[in-house]
């Protein structure tokens, strides 16, 4: 499985999404993949699977069907995330 973060560091979001990056890692001892959506990779990976409203947390299994999805704020919990990270 793969949990990829979409976010842009700066904006509204970027210090809460920091925030529960560090806290996942902290409480599960794995990191989360994150990208950027204004670099050409996070641009077209967005393209992909339609997200149009960051931050947005996807979960994919291993041949890129999407397994789950979160958009926008309040962030999803550790636990909900981490069943697929």
């Given at each position: 499985?793969?949990?990829?973060?979409?976010?842009?560091?700066?904006s509204d979001h970027g210090r809460?999404?920091?925030?529960?990056?560090?806290?996942?890692a902290r409480q599960t001892g794995r990191q989360l993949e994150t990208m950027d959506p204004d670099t050409?990779?996070?641009?077209?990976?967005?393209r992909v699977y339609d997200?149009?409203?960051?931050?947005?947390?996807?979960?994919?299994?291993?041949?890129?069907?999407?397994?789950?999805?979160w958009r926008g704020t309040p962030l999803p919990t550790?636990?909900?995330v981490s069943y697929y990270a």
């Open positions: 499985m793969r949990v990829v973060v979409l976010y842009r560091e700066a809460q999404v920091s925030d529960y990056l560090r806290d996942f050409r990779e996070g641009a077209d990976f967005a997200v149009v409203e960051y931050p947005t947390i996807i979960a994919l299994s291993d041949d890129g069907q999407l397994q789950n999805h550790i636990s909900e």
